[in-house]
């Protein structure tokens, strides 16, 4: 039996996200206050529709406040990620994971074309994972069931 595995893809077109997304000359305040509407710790960094850099949390707190600079008088291009590491749509869940992991982060852009049509976070790759492990042992027991039953019992 072999484990069914989601491609980026699929996992995007389940999660249904708006792209968050700032200038790379918006100030890091500015970036800051849409993630925290937003409700998100990373934000892409968009050039027109190409994709310039990636902004996080951690971006901020080690290159701003402990830098002794302000978050006002920061542009976003001084501090964001420029070398963004990214999957195709045709990335599996589990090469997603491999390469968060690898990498040490946390999201990862999804680009087609040139283009981004989604960002993956770790939570959203680890919970899909778990979803088809679930589902593998259900069908692995069910399999070790029947084959109990077809064969009279296992004594």
């Known amino acids: 039996m072999k484990k069914a595995t989601k491609t980026a893809r699929q996992l995007l077109s389940a999660k249904h996200r708006e792209l968050i997304s700032v200038s790379p000359d918006d100030s890091v305040l500015s970036a800051l206050r849409l993630m925290a509407d937003k409700e998100v710790s990373t934000v892409l960094v968009m050039q027109a529709d190409s994709l310039a850099g990636i902004l996080s949390q951690?971006?901020?707190?080690?290159?701003?406040?402990?830098?002794?600079?302000?978050?006002?008088?920061?542009?976003?291009?001084?501090?964001?990620?420029?070398?963004?590491i990214y999957?195709?749509?045709?990335?599996?869940?589990?090469?997603?994971?491999?390469?968060?992991?690898?990498?040490?982060?946390?999201?990862?852009?999804?680009?087609?074309?040139?283009?981004?049509?989604?960002?993956?976070?770790?939570?959203?790759?680890?919970?899909?994972?778990i979803?088809?492990?679930?589902?593998?042992?259900?069908?692995?027991?069910?399999?070790?069931?029947?084959?109990t039953i077809d064969t009279g019992g296992s004594y």
Request: hydrophobic fraction near 35%.
């Open 58 to 84: 951690r971006d901020y707190a080690r290159k701003v406040e402990l830098s002794g600079r302000t978050a006002a008088d920061t542009r976003v291009c001084d501090i964001m990620t420029t070398q963004v």
């Open 87 to 129: 999957v195709t749509p045709d990335h599996t869940c589990e090469q997603c994971l491999a390469l968060m992991h690898a990498k040490r982060i946390r999201h990862l852009p999804v680009i087609e074309s040139r283009r981004v049509i989604g960002v993956l976070s770790n939570n959203d790759v680890l919970e899909e994972l």
């Open 131 to 147: 979803q088809q492990d679930e589902h593998f042992i259900r069908d692995l027991e069910h399999d070790m069931l029947k084959l």
